[in-house]
């Protein structure tokens, strides 16, 4: 049964950093790609940042030079960091997987998701 579970969400003030955390049980991450998604409330669910098995990157207009994503395979986990956080980035934070044989980045492509976790920035 593959599950991905999200961890290090809170709230912040504008300019903290956090590190969201996404550990995958029950499949081996070096064959997927990975994203992270974020949902803020009445909003719909948008892309933040993807990483491919190979380990390139690529980040959405929003939260490029702000969003570092990553990978650790042996620990079959995947991370977000993010820098210089405002209030606009509060929202709940996805952890999605897909195949890396499909192609792009949009929330269709993704097989699996995490519940999320809360990220809320007061001014």
């Known amino acids: 049964q593959v599950q991905l579970v999200e961890s290090g969400g809170g709230l912040v003030q504008a300019g903290d950093s956090l590190r969201l955390s996404c550990t995958i049980g029950?499949?081996?991450?070096?064959?997927?790609?990975m994203g992270w998604f974020r949902q803020a409330p009445g909003k719909e669910r948008s892309f933040v940042a993807g990483?491919?098995?190979?380990?390139?990157?690529y980040y959405g207009d929003s939260v490029k030079g702000r969003v570092t994503i990553s990978r650790d395979n042996a620990k079959n986990m995947v991370f977000l960091q993010m820098i210089s956080l405002r209030p606009e980035d509060t929202a709940v934070y996805y952890c999605?997987?897909?195949?890396?044989?499909?192609?792009?980045?949009?929330?269709?492509?993704?097989?699996?998701w995490g519940q999320g976790t809360q990220v809320t920035v007061s001014s």
């Open positions: 990483i491919w098995s190979g380990g390139s990157t």
């Open positions: 999605a997987m897909k195949s890396r044989l499909r192609v792009g980045w949009e929330r269709q492509a993704f097989d699996y």
């Open positions: 029950g499949r081996t991450l070096s064959a997927y790609d």
